[in-house]
């Protein structure tokens, strides 16, 4: 860490959260083909595992409630289909495809 950064208890949390998301990654099997949100229908939900993006990237989404072991659900979508609306605590985030398929569901 920075000399003269302190950590708040804020990004601690976010740090301790990616810390278990990727020793949950690294113990999963890679035979077994994730799922990733991109992939729920209208009307699934999922657990979120982990999220495949830089640090800066996935804090930010896990500020806005995206955090491992939460449930997501599918909502709505542009008519192109992307961006698309994701219901994660109660709010709704709208996300784009690539950014979609980072966040990886638990296999259950």
């Given at each position: 860490?920075?000399?003269?950064?302190e950590?708040?208890?804020?990004?601690?949390?976010?740090?301790?959260?990616?810390?278990?998301?990727f020793r949950?990654?690294?113990?999963?099997?890679?035979?077994?083909?994730a799922?990733?949100?991109m992939?729920?229908?209208r009307?699934e939900q999922?657990v979120?595992?982990?999220i495949?993006?830089?640090?800066?990237d996935?804090?930010?989404?896990?500020?806005?409630g995206?955090?491992?072991?939460?449930?997501?659900i599918?909502?709505?979508?542009?008519?192109g289909?992307?961006?698309?609306?994701?219901?994660?605590?109660?709010?709704?985030i709208?996300?784009?495809?690539?950014?979609?398929r980072k966040?990886?569901?638990?296999?259950e």
């Amino acid at each position: 860490m920075p000399q003269g950064f302190e950590s708040t208890e804020t990004e601690v949390y976010f740090r301790m959260e990616m810390q278990t998301a990727f020793r949950k990654r690294a113990g999963t099997k890679q035979n077994q083909a994730a799922r990733n949100l991109m992939e729920l229908r209208r009307g699934e939900q999922g657990v979120l595992d982990r999220i495949d993006l830089p640090e800066d990237d996935a804090r930010r989404l896990m500020e806005l409630g995206f955090l491992p072991g939460h449930t997501v659900i599918p909502a709505h979508s542009a008519p192109g289909g992307d961006p698309r609306v994701f219901r994660v605590d109660g709010t709704e985030i709208a996300l784009r495809r690539e950014t979609a398929r980072k966040l990886i569901l638990r296999l259950e």
